[in-house]
């Protein structure tokens, strides 16, 4: 990490993010275009996937997640910082050499309608990646392609057949399938059951966890549904607004929320029993997200914050293992909620102002 701990993980570092920064400029003019400001999208992020695991990416919308896997598989270039891939630096890599790299290194997109070629037949579309880089040619791709529809539940016989004719899940398998032709070791999966309805993306994730176990794949999950991410994840990175504010495995997460960000996220989660979901305490925040053209000053959530205090208007909290919290748990919270504090009633207690914690966590800054 960032802060020199390493998390735990089930293997080596597979992938490793330094610093990593991607700022899009804004220009104004019609012909002198000229820079008047940037979008923050990610702003210094330094985190590991190691071998085998799968890590959960989550946070809310705008946060940063899906631009951060595109600067992971380097469809971004970066502003600043480092991307390493089993050892190798691709920040800076040129296109040529970039491709080798590219059979070890997949993305599955968000939006199976968009993501695909509706001018074009699928076996062209999971065929292509053995195309371009000359794998196989002729009736041997026809092969494998057909090979690979059967491993991810598609009927070869549609090998044929346009995108239209196939529903959003079987599009998602279809997404799946070219993202595994090249036998890849990591595959970035960007919000991949997001468009779908709720009985296919439990038939998508057990796909995923599948193939995961039989081809020994890594995977990078990313997601707003913390339910999904629970179950299907190793670790968990929180991200908010270009940062990431708490790692930790899926257990610990859960169970002792460290960042009051985390803290509001899991409060959130729908609860199918009403007496239960009715006695739960939310956590809930003041204000809107900030413009990530310009952010706060310090800890960037400090204005929605119910803990916040002066210090968190002015120092930035590094991302480190706090006291009791097991290797690998790290937090970027200068007064990080305790296992007994009550967030909500500090919530609660906030209004728009910056107050003191309520609880019994956090009082003196947990180091």
């Known amino acids: 990490m960032g802060s020199g701990v390493t998390p735990a993980g089930t293997g080596p570092a597979l992938l490793r993010l330094e610093e990593v920064v991607k700022h899009f400029p804004i220009r104004r003019g019609i012909v002198f275009r000229r820079e008047v400001g940037r979008v923050r999208a990610v702003d210094g992020v330094s985190l590991e996937v190691h071998q085998g695991e799968t890590l959960g990416l989550v946070g809310e919308t705008g946060c940063g997640k899906s631009t951060l896997a595109r600067c992971m598989t380097r469809l971004y270039d970066l502003t600043s910082g480092r991307v390493v891939f089993d050892g190798h630096d691709i920040s800076r890599l040129p296109q040529r050499q970039l491709r080798r790299l590219r059979t070890d290194l997949q993305m599955i997109f968000q939006d199976p309608y968009s993501s695909l070629n509706p001018r074009r037949r699928v076996g062209s579309i999971i065929g292509d990646p053995l195309a371009i880089h000359g794998v196989a040619d002729g009736a041997e791709r026809q092969r494998r392609v057909q090979e690979l529809m059967v491993q991810v539940g598609l009927?070869?016989?549609?090998?044929?057949?346009?995108?239209?004719?196939?529903?959003?899940?079987?599009?998602?398998?279809?997404?799946?399938?070219?993202?595994?032709?090249?036998?890849?070791?990591?595959?970035?999966?960007?919000?991949?059951?997001?468009?779908?309805?709720?009985?296919?993306?439990?038939?998508?994730?057990?796909?995923?966890?599948?193939?995961?176990?039989?081809?020994?794949?890594?995977?990078?999950?990313?997601?707003?549904?913390?339910?999904?991410?629970?179950?299907?994840?190793?670790?968990?990175?929180?991200?908010?607004?270009?940062?990431?504010?708490?790692?930790?495995?899926?257990?610990?997460?859960?169970?002792?929320?460290?960042?009051?960000?985390?803290?509001?996220?899991?409060?959130?989660?729908?609860?199918?029993?009403?007496?239960?979901?009715?006695?739960?305490?939310?956590?809930?925040?003041?204000?809107?997200?900030?413009?990530?053209?310009?952010?706060?000053?310090?800890?960037?959530?400090?204005?929605?914050?119910?803990?916040?205090?002066?210090?968190?208007?002015?120092?930035?909290?590094?991302?480190?293992?706090?006291?009791?919290?097991?290797?690998?748990?790290?937090?970027?919270?200068?007064?990080?909620?305790?296992?007994?504090?009550?967030?909500?009633?500090?919530?609660?207690?906030?209004?728009?102002?910056?107050?003191?914690?309520?609880?019994?966590?956090?009082?003196?800054?947990?180091?």
Request: glycine letters at 8%.
């Open 155 to 367: 009927n070869p016989e549609h090998y044929n057949r346009f995108p239209a004719e196939f529903s959003g899940g079987q599009r998602q398998r279809i997404g799946i399938a070219r993202a595994l032709a090249l036998h890849p070791r990591l595959v970035v999966c960007d919000e991949p059951v997001s468009a779908l309805d709720v009985s296919i993306q439990a038939q998508i994730l057990n796909l995923l966890a599948d193939l995961q176990e039989r081809l020994g794949l890594t995977y990078v999950f990313i997601a707003h549904d913390l339910s999904v991410v629970r179950h299907v994840s190793t670790r968990i990175a929180v991200m908010y607004l270009g940062k990431i504010v708490e790692v930790a495995t899926a257990g610990d997460l859960f169970a002792r929320p460290r960042h009051p960000y985390t803290c509001a996220l899991l409060s959130a989660i729908p609860v199918p029993d009403p007496d239960l979901a009715d006695r739960r305490s939310r956590v809930l925040l003041a204000g809107d997200v900030p413009s990530p053209v310009d952010p706060p000053a310090g800890c960037r959530f400090h204005p929605r914050c119910p803990k916040a205090r002066e210090r968190c208007r002015l120092e930035e909290p590094r991302l480190e293992r706090r006291n009791g919290d097991p290797e690998g748990h790290v937090t970027a919270c200068h007064y990080p909620v305790g296992p007994d504090e009550d967030l909500a009633r500090a919530a609660g207690a906030r209004g728009d102002g910056i107050g003191d914690a309520v609880g019994t966590g956090g009082q003196h800054g947990d180091r």
